[in-house]
């Protein structure tokens, strides 16, 4: 059942993308919106947004305001190869409210402060997958194994030139320390990078931090770092969130304590 609401009402919506790998470049026709929040850590001020990208286990939540004519639909469309495809969409009745001010901050989380200067570094680089390919000797399950080995068992797909999980971790951390993670990726496909147990901000070339979060969407051929505080003890895995990839090689984990 379609929903319809007054032409200046201010809803909260939370968009999860539950997709196994699609990447979804959203806009906004006849509404006003602000992202409030990204995989459910708050923003420390509310961002107008005309478009959005929402990776794989992505979450974002946001303020918007209705902004179209009665008798007009307010639509959040999903950008395709073929064209701009409502993916939410109501419909404007009723009688019209006053326009409100930009929204307020959200209430903070307590969050563990980044001690960049110390911090260890731990690079990690995608390779693999279809017109790239994997280097001539990739390790997995501790033996290492020729390219055309590993595609016959279903592995396409690397970090640091390793398939999958090994007995080792990726990352092992000392409660409480700051690591910081440069990321390439030399496939030739996205990869929406997930860190389970802890949240990370984004190390920006010269301009500080990006907001919290726990997922980062990287392109291909394109570098970006996160640094994390190690603050949640276990042993957490660390991989591409497209299932795929993840299942044939780009799964990989990490050691706090």
Not at 52 to 81: F, K, N, W, Y
Not at 187 to 194: E, G, R
Request: aromatic share 6%; charged share 25%; with cysteine.
């Amino acid at each position: 059942m379609r929903r319809s609401y007054p032409r200046g009402t201010r809803l909260r919506l939370r968009l999860v993308n539950a997709a196994t790998a699609r990447v979804f470049r959203l806009v906004f026709q006849g509404m006003k919106a602000w992202t409030v929040a990204l995989d459910a850590m708050p923003v420390e001020r509310p961002e107008r947004v005309e478009q959005l990208e929402l990776g794989p286990a992505q979450r974002a939540d946001l303020i918007v305001d209705i902004t179209a004519e009665t008798g007009e639909e307010a639509i959040i469309g999903s950008v395709e190869r073929d064209g701009t495809y409502a993916t939410v969409a109501v419909s404007v009745d009723g009688a019209e409210q006053a326009v409100r001010e930009a929204p307020q901050a959200l209430p903070p989380n307590d969050l563990p402060v980044l001690a960049l200067k110390d911090a260890r570094q731990v690079p990690l680089v995608m390779q693999g997958g279809a017109r790239r390919g994997l280097p001539e000797r990739v390790v997995w399950k501790g033996s290492k194994m020729e390219a055309r080995a590993l595609y016959e068992a279903g592995q396409f797909w690397a970090f640091n030139g390793q398939a999958g999980m090994d007995r080792a971790p990726l990352i092992e951390a000392a409660l409480g320390e700051t690591v910081r993670v440069p990321m390439e990726n030399r496939t030739a496909f996205s990869h929406s990078m997930h860190l389970h147990g802890q949240h990370f901000r984004e190390v920006l070339p010269g301009i500080g931090l990006g907001p919290w979060r726990d997922t980062l969407v990287i392109h291909p051929d394109e570098s970006r770092e996160i640094a994390f505080v190690a603050e949640n003890p276990g042993d957490w895995m660390f991989h591409c969130h497209m299932a795929a990839h993840q299942m044939s090689g780009m799964m990989n984990w990490i050691r706090v304590g």
